[in-house]
């Protein structure tokens, strides 16, 4: 059993930065490749990036990638989402979420059936 629980989303302007942290507990953390997904008002919910158990594989959907940076650290059993270059678009509630199986290339697809376990959420708002 993992909980995971999300924390560092707010307000920020268009172009600016914010830093997600999803902290898991139990012991098994470096065991689940490790998602990020958004979900928008009235809009489902959609993939943003996977990470393999170690932090060396990143798969990122299109519309983030060049801006968001996926990271872990497994010593503290916690998984970060950098987000550079914010736009309105970005505004979402971010959901980390666990996964005990996993592709070829070590991380989780982008679905959400293929994640065990899931976080709370945190609300990211950009203005324009």
């Known amino acids: 059993q993992v909980q995971l629980e999300e924390s560092g989303g707010g307000l920020v302007q268009a172009g600016g930065s914010l830093r997600l942290s999803c902290a898991a507990s139990?012991?098994?953390?470096?065991?689940?490749?490790m998602g990020w997904f958004r979900q928008a008002p009235g809009k489902e919910r959609e993939f943003v990036t996977a990470?393999?158990?170690?932090?060396?594989?990143?798969y990122y959907a299109d519309s983030v990638k060049g801006r968001f940076t996926a990271s872990r650290d497994n010593a503290k059993n916690t998984a970060y989402l950098q987000m550079n270059s914010l736009k309105p678009e970005d505004t979402a509630v971010y959901f980390c979420?666990?996964?005990?199986?996993?592709?070829?290339?070590?991380?989780?697809?982008?679905?959400?059936?293929?994640?065990?376990?899931w976080g709370q959420g945190t609300q990211v708002t950009v203005s324009s």
């Open positions: 979420a666990a996964a005990s199986r996993w592709g070829p290339t070590g991380v989780a697809g982008t679905r959400t059936g293929e994640y065990d376990y």
């Open positions: 139990g012991r098994t953390f470096s065991r689940n490749a």
């Open positions: 990470i393999d158990r170690n932090g060396g594989t990143t």
